[in-house]
């Protein structure tokens, strides 16, 4: 089992940068393929970004490309995102996710972890 704890949202400018982290509990955060989900009031969670337990493989939703990146620590136990230029349309909270298979969160939109979320506030 894992436990994921997000920080670093709050109030980016459009056109600022922000980077959020998930610090992940246990020995096994390198088993697992991870995710960056955000849900906008009134949305639906959807999916942002995920990498695979290596790093070596990532996925980025087409709205986020070259601006977000995605990376992963696994000797810290932590996640990275990190978000360039903001859009009026990337505020929400963010969830870190965890995954025993990358194809849960990618191709299902679903994980076997999540974290509480972070906010993130873009203004213009």
């Known amino acids: 089992q894992v436990q994921l704890v997000e920080s670093g949202g709050g109030l980016v400018q459009a056109g600022g940068s922000l980077r959020l982290s998930c610090a992940a509990s246990g020995r096994t955060f390198r088993s697992y393929a991870m995710g960056w989900f955000r849900q906008a009031p009134g949305k639906e969670r959807e999916l942002v970004t995920a990498v695979g337990a290596t790093g070596g493989s990532t996925y980025y939703r087409g709205s986020v490309k070259g601006r977000f990146t995605t990376s992963r620590d696994n000797a810290k136990n932590t996640l990275y995102l990190q978000m360039n230029s903001p859009k009026p349309e990337d505020p929400g909270v963010y969830y870190c996710?965890?995954?025993?298979?990358?194809?849960?969160?990618?191709?299902?939109?679903?994980?076997?972890?999540w974290g509480e979320g972070t906010l993130v506030t873009v203004s213009s």
């Open positions: 996710a965890a995954a025993f298979d990358i194809r849960t969160i990618v191709n299902y939109a679903g994980a076997d972890y």
